[in-house]
């Protein structure tokens, strides 16, 4: 797992960069219009995705804008269209 964070480079670009963690692991489950706004504008919404799967974190929080739910059915390159489609 030591190389799951070597390669992070692309998380200074995210647009959540100073955003709270807290907020893309929503207790309810359901991201705040916030999250998905600045999902929707995020140039590294790939990387985050992939990122996700690298570390296997289809279970919770959102990523690249998809929820965890969406993340479980589908593969990280389905989950890559998905995500920058919107």
């Known amino acids: 797992m030591s ?17 709270s963690i807290d907020d893309f692991f929503p207790a309810d489950g359901i991201a705040s219009k916030k999250v998905i706004a600045t999902c929707a504008s995020c140039p590294v ?20 804008g998809l929820a965890p739910s969406l993340r479980r059915t589908l593969t990280v390159d389905e989950a890559v269209d998905v995500a920058l489609s919107d």
């Not at 190389?3 to 955003?19: K, P, R, T, V």
């Not at 919404?45 to 690249?64: I, L, N, P």
């Open 3 to 19: 190389d799951l964070f070597e390669d992070m480079a692309w998380l200074d670009d995210a647009a959540c960069f100073d955003m």
């Open 45 to 64: 919404r790939a990387q985050c995705v992939r990122w996700a799967y690298k570390a296997d974190a289809r279970a919770s929080g959102y990523f690249g």
